[in-house]
């Protein structure tokens, strides 16, 4: 099919919204055009053609939240080209890697919402929770961040498109899944080997066993829930519960200005240019 203006219309609302379900495209595309004589996916390849010059791309995966098949939208270039384009600070870029760090090293790849803002302490630059709170705000609508009643983990959009870059680095920071072998964005340690698993996964092989699929123990649903609270150490639980109350205001007082966000920025990608090394390595015994 000749690229032209369904491709583009496709390609524009994809890159707006940053990710877009399949369900959702298929309805957008037939009320745009009616007889559209190409599938999404073969749309999606010409697309691809494109833009690979400039290192985007259009994935079609599965969302790991959701359980949906969605369409993202992807920036993959980190150089002075694609850098200068970046709305976001390399202030607020420090605390999207602290963030990411955080995430990527708890057993359950979740983190609470009192953690994350109080990341900010972790800073070198002059950042306060409001900020941070903000951010957060935007990286969910963005689909960097999936936020989880109180928790915030990485959305599907931070999967794909960083899974490369953290492959080469931060590769003592990711853990593969026992049963799959990729990268556990979302997932657990089994607690008893220490060995991770992808939440999808583990659900899956329940459906047959219910052991852990790594070292065999037996599995119940409490030692997910002892996990789920072990995210933070003794310390951070006790700053969770005193600040509770604080962060209560914050996200109210964000939440009274979030509609005054500038929502271009759903086109632009945060970027994690600098090298991140694991504070503490799980062990596998």
Known sequence: MIYGHIHQFLLRTIASRGVISMTETEK?????????????QELVKDINEKIKPFEQMIKIATDEFTVEEVIIFLSLGYDD???SQNVFSATELEYFRILIEQIMTTATRQITG???????SKMKSSFTKMDAQKLLNVWCRMRYLDKDDTNYALGVRAIHEFEGYLRQNMPDTIEECCL???IVFRGYNCPACGLAVHTQCLNRYLEKVQKWPCCKVEFSESQLDQLNCEGLTQTQHLEATQQSEEYNTVVEAVCDTSGDEDQGTQEIIPEISQRITRKRKRQND
């Open 28 to 40: 957008i595309l037939n009320e745009f055009e009616a007889n559209i004589q190409a599938s999404v």
């Open 81 to 83: 080209a694609t850098k």
């Open 114 to 120: 009192i953690h994350a803002v109080n990341l900010v």
């Open 180 to 182: 799959c072998k990729q």
